[in-house]
T-cell receptor, first 114, second 111 residues
Framework: QKEVEQNSGPLSVPEGAIASLNCTYS??????FFWYRQYSGKSPELIMS????GDKEDGRFTAQLNKASQYVSLLIRDSQPSDSATYLC??????????????FGRGTQLTVWP | DTAVSQTPKYLVTQMGNDKSIKCEQN?????MYWYKQDSKKFLKIMFS???????INETVPNRFSPKSPDKAHLNLHINSLELGDSAVYFC??????????FGPGTRLTVT
């Protein structure tokens, strides 16, 4: 079983719509959850972090975490063509350790068309 | 102003050679990492390093060796390069348990 799973997409939405990206993880001891955006040929860029159950909003982005269901999602409101990228879900499983290795999903490719 | 930097950006070399990639962060973080992103864009942890504590991921061949001269620097040395080592290598850093910030990556091509 893969540690972190995402729909590979591609996910295509029109400009102004809500894009919904989903991620599930296998290890119940996972503590921290992150969403990264990666443009082609560039490095991953952190856009959201979430540590407790519920919703966390930052501008047009909302991260949702449900530890009981082992599920984390990212909503992008008012999607813009500049949001077109690959979105990577990452999970930190190193509970009690100083070494926070991240385990990534394979990413969801998002295209926002004008 | 760069937070996490890596050199070189591109590295082309032949099989069997030994090469190093350097990473530096000016964020004052105490933990640094190496990740490998393969041709299918899958990003995988290789090492994490907090002061003198090194965690080696079990899938990394021992031809790969990280070295950290101080908290701001983490280098990656690769011996006897193989074709399968071709990938983009990313350095990252963080405060313990917090968000990780990635460098621009080093694209390694082994011919």
């Amino acid at each position: 079983q893969k540690e972190v799973e995402q729909n590979s997409g591609p996910l295509s939405v029109p400009e102004g719509a809500i894009a919904s990206l989903n991620c599930t993880y296998s290890d119940r001891v996972s503590q921290s959850f992150f969403w990264y955006r990666q443009y082609s040929g560039k490095s991953p860029e952190l856009i959201m972090s979430i540590y407790s159950n519920g919703d966390k909003e930052d501008g047009r982005f909302t991260a949702q975490l449900n530890k009981a269901s082992q599920y984390v999602s990212l909503l992008i409101r008012d999607s813009q063509p500049s949001d077109s990228a690959t979105y990577l879900c990452a999970v930190n499983r190193d509970r009690g350790s100083t070494l926070g290795r991240l385990y990534f999903g394979r990413g969801t490719q998002l295209t926002v068309w004008p | 102003d760069t937070a996490v930097s890596q050199t070189p950006k591109y590295l082309v070399t032949q099989m069997g050679n030994d090469k190093s990639i350097k990473c530096e962060q000016n964020l004052g973080h105490d933990t640094m990492y190496w990740y490998k992103q393969d041709s299918k864009k899958f990003l995988k942890i290789m090492f994490s390093y907090n002061n003198k504590e090194l965690i080696i991921n079990e899938t990394v061949p021992n031809r790969f060796s990280p070295k950290s001269p101080d908290k701001a620097h983490l280098n990656l040395h690769i011996n006897s390069l193989e074709l399968g080592d071709s990938a983009v290598y990313f350095c990252a850093s963080s405060r313990t348990h917090y968000e990780q910030y990635f460098g621009p990556g080093t694209r390694l091509t082994v011919t």
